[in-house]
């Protein structure tokens, strides 16, 4: 018999709702989704209770409406802001010299007992990346093995007990009921990474609006996590300050003429800031730089966390970009600058039967992570953000088969907005005088500095 599932991904920009029917072979078929703006909310944490709640309440509302099913229980993202991250260990012995799932839950509980875990902090995750039994290490599985003593290594992720019942308030005040709550990114990873690059070891960056979140996977779990608030909205401000116009021109000029490999002495046409009925001309090579400039902050800074992590020598299957930033033209070739000599991959969800075009945008990774979670494609074992032991023994993910109801058309493209907008501006073909280009950027350059 199937069960139905709500899964709510709370980003910076957008809210995404999803409702999907698991059977007991945990197969999903995702019969309803919602879009709705995020309001309330600011570098993924809630700043407004109730406009974070009218935006939940707006997303489910229409996803219930196209599932035509009523469900008033969630599993629902959180955002890496304000969140902890640490290493811990435990030991025990086994009585019986047979690891069971009893001596399993034992040895991890031990592990959490002997974190510094601070009082105003919460377990999100307690993710074991390595078992020892006895003289034995690296042990993928202890279950049913014969030892005398168990011992693991556990990656613990914390957040804010405020920030915790602050998402439980937004969503209960939507109408719903927080069942479980994950880690945006570690949804974003069980939606994009295949088994050989877990194996291997990957960092995958979730690039969103406001937010990247990034994590580390090495064998049968993530090791690291981390959280960095910049996204293609700052990309979008940065625009805007440097070809003084308001932020709604500056986001087409991003999307309409984004791109970190090509440049262009064509100009555009620009509404001024503060007096739109007055235009100037701007160089594209200028947006050029400007987007270029802030990009390449941003993945310098993230290859650093890498470095920092300890862990860049054991991600050999190198890093995994998703999420509606990495859609930007060029990033990966970038990235591969910036990254060294690993490989780069742009990554959508997971392939799924039937599913209507636009959830398969890297944009909702996390949401269709979430999704996946429910049907147990967790790592081997976890301890969640309700204390519980989850055993996943299931198929690999990517074989989990997944289809999708024809009513998902209804869907408006609006909602799903993953193509560009329509173009506002209007391309001066004549090439820039070289005087006021080199005046241009002289003023840019000077810009930037302060800036960065």
Not at 289 to 311: C, D, H, K, P
Request: with cysteine; net charge negative; charged share 20%.
């Amino acid at each position: 018999m199937s069960r139905t599932v709500l899964a709510i991904d709370i980003g910076s920009t957008k809210i995404c709702a999803i409702i999907a029917e698991i059977a007991n072979d945990n197969s999903i078929a995702i019969t309803g989704a919602g879009i709705s703006k995020a309001q309330g909310l600011k570098k993924g944490s809630i700043t407004n209770i109730e406009l974070a709640s009218k935006s939940i309440k707006s997303a489910v509302s229409d996803a219930k409406r196209i599932a035509g099913s009523e469900v008033n229980t969630a599993i629902v993202s959180i955002s890496g802001a304000y969140t902890k991250s640490i290493n811990s260990n435990g030991i025990v012995n086994i009585q019986n010299k047979e690891v069971t799932f009893k001596e399993i839950e034992r040895v991890m509980q031990t592990s959490l007992y002997n974190a510094n875990i601070p009082n105003e902090y919460e377990v999100l995750h307690a993710l074991p990346y390595n078992f020892k039994v006895d003289d034995q290490d690296h042990v993928e599985d202890p279950m049913g093995m014969n030892a005398s003593r168990l011992e693991v290594d556990t990656h613990i992720i914390t957040t804010q007990k405020s920030n915790l019942n602050n998402l439980r308030k937004a969503v209960r005040g939507a109408g719903i009921e927080v069942e479980s709550i994950v880690l945006n990114g570690y949804a974003s990873s069980i939606a994009t990474l295949n088994d050989d690059e877990k194996e291997l070891g990957v960092a995958l960056i979730d690039m969103g609006g406001n937010t990247s979140n990034i994590i580390i996977h090495s064998g049968n779990s993530i090791r690291y996590n981390d959280f960095l608030g910049v996204g293609s909205n700052h990309v979008t401000s940065d625009l805007s300050m440097a070809l003084h116009t308001p932020l709604n021109i500056a986001d087409s000029v991003k999307l309409n003429y984004g791109s970190l490999l090509n440049t262009s002495n064509d100009l555009i046409e620009l509404p001024i800031i503060g007096d739109e009925n007055t235009t100037h001309e701007v160089s594209l090579e200028v947006v050029h730089n400007v987007i270029y400039a802030r990009v390449e902050e941003t993945l310098m800074i993230l290859a650093q966390f890498i470095e920092n992590s300890g862990l860049k020598d054991k991600i050999g299957a190198g890093i995994v970009l998703t999420g509606g930033f990495s859609q930007m033209e060029g990033i990966r070739e970038l990235a591969v600058a910036t990254f060294g000599s690993v490989p780069v991959r742009l990554a959508k969800p997971k392939e799924m039967n039937g599913l209507f075009e636009n959830l398969r945008s890297p944009q909702f990774s996390s949401a269709i992570g979430l999704v996946l979670y429910a049907a147990s494609a967790y790592t081997p074992y976890e301890i969640d953000a309700n204390k519980r032991i989850r055993h996943s023994n299931e198929a690999p993910a990517e074989h989990t088969r997944i289809d999708l109801s024809d009513d998902l058309a209804i869907l408006t493209p609006q909602l799903l907005n993953d193509e560009k907008k329509e173009k506002m501006i209007s391309i001066v073909t004549k090439k820039e005088k070289k005087s006021e280009e080199a005046g241009t950027i002289s003023k840019f350059w000077n810009w930037a500095n302060q800036l960065f």
